[in-house]
């Protein structure tokens, strides 16, 4: 059973930084291509980065060049740098491995607790 364990959220200023942090069990993270996924309060979850085995990234519109994923398979974690916080970046944050197929991603098992992350003044 693959455990994800998401961390690092918490409250911070509009133009603030968190960084989220993604620990997995065993070898997931070395073997997987991976995500982060958001889920606003009272929306679905949308995906927010992806990361493939080989480093390549992938951002959502609303996020990028204001977010980094990052991973570091020795230490078998995920990383999301969040910065210029916005208050719509309020949202429960996840983790998980993912594949493509036909152009899409797709997440793979089940979700870890997830790490609230609330911007506000």
């Known amino acids: 059973q693959v455990q994800l364990v998401e961390s690092g959220g918490g409250l911070a200023q509009p133009g603030g930084s968190l960084r989220l942090s993604c620990a997995a069990s065993g070898s997931v993270v070395r073997r997987n291509d991976m995500a982060w996924y958001r889920q606003p309060p009272g929306k679905q979850r949308e995906k927010v980065a992806t990361?493939?085995?080989?480093?390549?990234?992938n951002y959502a519109d609303s996020v990028k060049g204001r977010f980094t994923i990052s991973r570091d398979n020795a230490k078998n974690t995920v990383y999301l740098q969040l910065n210029s916080l916005k208050p719509e970046d309020t949202a429960v944050y996840y983790c998980?491995?993912?594949?493509?197929?036909?152009?899409?991603?797709?997440?793979?098992?089940?979700w870890g607790q997830g790490t609230q992350v609330t911007v506000s003044s």
């Open positions: 990361i493939t085995r080989g480093g390549n990234s």
């Open positions: 998980i491995p993912v594949v493509m197929y036909r152009d899409k991603w797709y997440p793979q098992g089940s």
